[in-house]
């Protein structure tokens, strides 16, 4: 049949505004998640990583959020610039597993001028 | 820049044939990962090597094969190709490998199309 394109969720911010990103997760047993930027024609671009043990990291712009209760994970980006409009992706790994990230479906932020 | 290196950028072949993809490491990373990007499934885990052994197999086709090198660079072998094989593969390195739960730092991707 005919295979059609993801449908990515869109997130449309103004410039100098705050963005949140939200990622579910569905493995309890993940340990390590990561958020990755990809902008078109490129790979995934690391941002800020978090340990199951953490709930909250923060980096320059940057802050994730983890909320193991409910398996959400947030990004948050400060002041988003033009230069954030990218496909954001979490990704979650396993301890003892197969050192595999599972991603999930990427959400599309687009930075208005 | 990851660091990360992959050639050839894009690759235009048809069906039936065969092609390889190659990639190295950030200096130091002892891992490659092979990941597949396609519009339909999203990224895929493929494939783990960590110095010179496989250590994982994810959704890879019978059709596709790897191995990584002394020099630690890694080479994805992609077979018998068809339309629906035409996708984004990506590289990744990280220092170690299972046992650890590290940062992967992806290439710049290899695009193939498949005629």
């Known amino acids: 049949g005919e295979s059609v394109g993801l449908h990515l969720p869109t997130l449309s911010v103004q410039e100098g505004d705050n963005s949140i990103i939200n990622c579910a997760y569905s493995n309890s047993a993940s340990d390590y998640f990561i958020w990755y930027k990809q902008e078109s024609g490129k790979g995934p671009q690391f941002i800020i990583d978090i340990r199951s043990n953490m709930d909250k990291r923060q980096g320059q712009r940057v802050t994730v959020l983890l909320n193991k209760t409910v398996k959400h994970l947030s990004l948050q980006i400060a002041a988003t610039q033009p230069g954030d409009s990218a496909v954001y992706f979490c990704a979650e790994n396993r301890a003892g597993g197969e050192n595999k990230l599972t991603f999930g479906t990427g959400t599309q932020l687009k930075v208005e001028l | 820049d990851s660091g990360v290196t992959q050639t050839p950028k894009h690759l235009i072949t048809a069906t039936g044939q065969r092609v390889t993809l190659r990639c190295s490491p950030r200096?130091?990373?002892?891992?490659v990962y092979w990941y597949q990007q396609s519009l339909d499934q999203g990224l895929q885990f493929l494939i783990h090597?960590?110095?010179?052994?496989?250590?994982a197999k994810g959704n890879i086709l019978e059709r596709f094969s790897a191995q990584q090198f002394p020099d630690l660079h890694s080479e994805l072998n992609l077979s018998s190709l068809e339309l629906g094989d035409s996708a984004l593969y990506f590289c990744a390195s990280s220092v170690a490998g299972t046992g650890t739960l590290e940062t992967q730092y992806f290439g710049p991707g290899t695009r193939l199309l498949v005629l």
């Open positions: 090597y960590y110095n010179g052994e496989e250590r």
């Open positions: 200096s130091g990373d002892l891992s």
